[in-house]
């Protein structure tokens, strides 16, 4: 247990619905991280926040999906209209600083039929 | 670089051996490097990483090298247990000292230990 915590761990959703992961990173940790991961591949960078500022998007993330870190501790991400390709592994990780590792929580496993 | 989809490279070894798990990575100007490993089921978990002015970095039974000059990396875990069973990323970070330290993972290498 690297002390992020993501709910739900899993997430079963028919197509065209709307869902919504959370992600609680380690208290003091000022930067939280979201990746996609499909089977057999390495996780993939979406999207990144230092305290509530979303600094950074990836192309990947397109305009159904939306990440917001409210008050700089938990984040949420949603995904509207929800399509099979969206079909992952979301991972959440916090890092304390610049240069620091990043703790990676558990994943979300989303399944859209 | 190329997907293997569904098909990990694979790396089998004897408990007790030494096993050298290899990455390439893309961008000569990536100056942090990371290997991560991945149980089934579980998010990544940091192993040991290296930085660009370094080109050997040991850790507990476990040892990474950096060659710049043909961007690869290699984990030497030494006398490998069945808990060592796991997917191994390497990650490198872009843009290190600058405003973002998203990383940037390769393909994985399962890694089964036989008993």
């Known amino acids: 247990d690297t002390g992020v915590s993501q709910n739900p761990r899993h997430k079963i959703t028919k197509r065209g619905q709307n869902v919504t992961f959370r992600c609680d990173p380690i208290s003091e940790h000022n930067r939280l991280y979201w990746y996609r991961q499909t089977l057999g591949q390495g996780p993939e960078f979406l999207t990144y926040f230092q305290n509530e500022a979303q600094l950074e998007k990836s192309r990947l993330l397109s305009d159904r999906f939306s990440a917001e870190r409210p008050k700089g501790s938990f984040s949420t991400l949603e995904i509207q209209r929800t399509e099979q390709g969206d079909s992952a592994m979301y991972l959440c990780?916090?890092?304390?600083?610049?240069?620091?590792?990043?703790?990676f929580g558990p994943g979300t496993r989303l399944t859209v039929l | 670089g190329e997907s293997v989809g569904l098909h990990l490279p694979t790396l089998s070894v004897q408990e007790g051996d030494n096993s050298i798990i290899n990455c390439a990575y893309s961008?000569?100007?990536?100056?942090?490097f990371i290997w991560y490993k991945q149980e089934s089921g579980k998010g990544p978990q940091f192993i040991i990483d290296?930085?660009?002015?370094?080109d050997k970095r040991q850790g507990q039974r476990v040892t990474v090298l950096l060659n710049k000059t043909v961007k690869h990396l290699s984990l030497q875990i030494a006398a490998t247990q069945p808990g060592d069973s796991a997917v191994y990323f390497c990650?490198?970070?872009?843009?290190?000292?600058?405003?973002?330290?998203?990383?940037?993972f390769g393909t994985g290498t399962l890694l089964a230990v036989q008993p």
């Open positions: 290296i930085r660009s002015n370094m």
């Open positions: 990780a916090s890092s304390l600083g610049q240069g620091s590792e990043q703790f």
């Open positions: 961008n000569s100007a990536s100056d942090y």
């Open positions: 990650a490198e970070n872009k843009n290190y000292g600058g405003a973002t330290n998203k990383l940037i």
